[in-house]
T-cell receptor, first 112, second 117 residues
Framework: AQSVSQHNHHVILSEAASLELGCNYS??????LFWYVQYPGQHLQLLLK??????LVKGIKGFEAEFIKSKFSFNLRKPSVQWSDTAEYFC??????????FGSGTRLQVQP | EAEVAQSPRYKITEKSQAVAFWCDPI?????LYWYRQILGQGPELLVQ????????DSQLPKDRFSAERLKGVDSTLKIQPAELGDSAMYLC???????????????FGPGTRLLVL
């Protein structure tokens, strides 16, 4: 069975700082990878997804993620965070038509 | 923009009582998922439907939980009897995936927050 690890549980940054959130998965076959975001009081929203092709994926709001197959990683990045990026971020993996398997999430707090 | 609807948004109940949650997926979405999210953790699948059929309920505690999607549209998740450990957020999601379609995005509803006293 697949699993997802997010090593950063709580990250605090100042506005304009760069962000990188780690995500590693365990599964030997083909995977689809996702980052979802949950803003305070809102429901889970898709930030970006990787299915195939270019391993550098660009999402909404200036976020991007890079799939490194050899490292089983799909880290999320943003060059300059804003206060409005304060949220919880979840990495998820999907194999075939199975449901998503989520990591435990990273709570990002951006200080103005 | 079409959204997944869930009700109620909040539910407080006493242990041993029965509770039910309702989900209406985005129109035309063949696949429907129920996830449970315990505070501080990521969502975990309870049950997956394709149309009216259960695809995966391996993580559903079947002694107390049941789920149905009778006409392949909306769905109900029931807990009877509720236990203290069932306190969590119950999320519904849907996707177009099914038939010849795969690699489709899952869209989530706002969730039902359950508190069992």
């Amino acid at each position: 069975a697949q699993s997802v690890s997010q090593h950063n549980h709580h990250v605090i940054l100042s506005e304009a700082a760069s962000l990188e959130l780690g995500c590693n998965y365990s599964y030997g076959g083909t995977v689809n990878l996702f980052w979802y975001v949950q803003y305070p009081g809102q429901h889970l929203q898709l930030l970006l997804k990787y299915f195939s092709g270019d391993p550098l994926v660009k999402g909404i709001k200036g976020f991007e993620a890079e799939f490194i197959k050899s490292k089983f990683s799909f880290n999320l990045r943003k060059p300059s965070v804003q206060w409005s990026d304060t949220a919880e971020y979840f990495c998820a993996v999907k194999t075939g038509r199975r449901a998503l398997t989520f990591g435990s999430g990273t709570r990002l707090q951006v200080q103005p | 923009e079409a959204e997944v609807a869930q009700s109620p948004r909040y539910k407080i109940t006493e242990k041993s009582q029965a509770v039910a949650f309702w989900c209406d997926p985005i129109s035309g979405h063949a696949t429907l998922y129920w996830y449970r999210q315990i505070l501080g953790q990521g969502p975990e699948l309870l049950v997956q439907f394709q149309d009216e059929s259960v695809v995966d309920d391996s993580q559903l505690p079947k002694d107390r939980f049941s789920a149905e999607r009778l006409k392949g549209v909306d769905s109900t998740l029931k807990i009877q009897p509720a236990e203290l450990g069932d306190s969590a957020m119950y999320l519904c999601a849907s996707s177009l995936e099914g038939g010849q379609l795969y690699q489709e995005t899952q869209y989530f509803g706002p969730g039902t927050r359950l508190l069992v006293l």
